[in-house]
């Protein structure tokens, strides 16, 4: 199939779902052929603007010749449309999280297996220029065997309040976790056996979000240990939406990775001034997520498996579900016991 245009759909085009769309339009390889999402007009007028058909339902999209489907649903809405979409023949690219339970992410990875179809998590954080450096830095032993870590990713407050409106449905561990567990995972080339998490609700439901404030997780991996941290009160007033850190110590070295600074800033004798940055009063990812959407493209015409395996998300959910269940539970949990629970 080598030269074809793949035909390409994308469901729910909401805030990221819309950004798969366009990067399907874009792509020389590629032909947008649908979208779909629960609000019609908000269908039409991406529709619209790329050029493609909106489709009435997901029965519509799984009996059409579309050949790869992208699902950008809510977190907690990716089971249905992706196992209908793999058991109509598709190929599937879902958003991160691959879901927001083990039992879901375990039967989305065996509809693909069953129906032999490729399938796989954007997880954008791995398709970013200085996170492949710095695994390729650890990978290459300058600084040694890891030993330990710390990962923050964090968002202002305006997130779950104002830009999501299923925080509820999620939370910052859900939302933001899948990209700093998989990429730690992906850098160091482990496993996770052991989660101790804390974790309060306390700011949020004060604000009508039921969600946690924050989620610390101590991560027990083969043979290193890191602490992963994630909130969703971070004050407006921080001059990103985005608060992105991390540090890995090795047997000869470490390596930091902070993120976090990207406003414009101005210090003179005078003032002190920084503004978030005008990108952010729509959340666009960075241009280099498309790769998630081209490298599947890719994949289907030319053979082979995608970058990142559906597996490795539930690898990561995982880790998210034992971090849950260690806040309800006191106790530490193993991700590799949720997973054989549901096989």
């Not at 052929?33 to 619209?48: G, L, S, W």
């Not at 910052?172 to 990429?183: N, R, V």
């Not at 890719?298 to 579900?321: F, K, Q, S, Y």
Request: aromatic share 8%; hydrophobic share 40%; net charge negative.
């Amino acid at each position: 199939m080598a030269g074809d245009r793949l035909s390409t759909a994308v469901v729910g085009v909401g805030l990221i779902g819309e950004q798969h769309a366009d990067v399907y339009a874009a792509y020389d390889r590629a032909s947008l052929e649908f979208v779909f999402d629960a609000n019609p007009e908000r269908a039409q007028t991406v529709a619209d603007r790329l050029g493609c058909q909106t489709a009435p339902d997901l029965d519509a999209i799984a009996a059409s010749d579309v050949a790869l489907v992208s699902v950008a649903t809510p977190d907690f809405a990716h089971r249905d449309a992706v196992v209908t979409m793999l058991e109509a023949g598709k190929h599937v690219l879902v958003e991160k999280p691959l879901a927001t339970t083990v039992a879901d992410a375990v039967a989305m990875v065996q509809a693909a297996e069953r129906n032999n179809r490729l399938f796989s998590v954007s997880l954008g954080n791995r398709w970013v220029n200085d996170i492949q450096e710095l695994r390729d830095c650890v990978q290459s032993g300058e600084i040694g065997e890891p030993v330990f870590g710390f990962s923050r990713l964090s968002d202002t407050v305006w997130v779950p309040t104002q830009m999501l409106s299923w925080g509820s449905q999620s939370g910052p561990h859900w939302f933001l976790f899948p990209h700093t567990m998989d990429y730690m995972r992906w850098i160091i080339g482990q496993e996770a056996v052991s989660v101790y998490a804390r974790g309060e609700k306390r700011l949020l439901p004060q604000k009508g979000v039921d969600a946690y404030d924050f989620v610390q997780a101590m991560v027990e991996f083969e043979n290193c240990t890191i602490t992963f941290e994630t909130s969703w009160i971070v004050p407006e007033g921080y001059p990103a939406i985005v608060e992105q850190y991390l540090s890995l110590y090795g047997t000869a070295g470490k390596v930091t990775l902070d993120r976090s600074n990207r406003g414009f800033s101005l210090d003179t004798e005078e003032r002190q001034l920084t503004i978030r940055p005008k990108m952010w009063s729509y959340f666009k990812t960075d241009d280099s997520w498309g790769n998630s959407m081209r490298n599947m493209v890719d994949c289907v015409l030319d053979g082979g498996e995608p970058a990142i395996p559906a597996r490795d998300g539930l690898a990561v959910v995982a880790m998210i579900e034992a971090a849950e269940r260690s806040i309800e539970t006191g106790q530490p949990v193993k991700p590799a016991d949720l997973i054989a629970e549901q096989m």
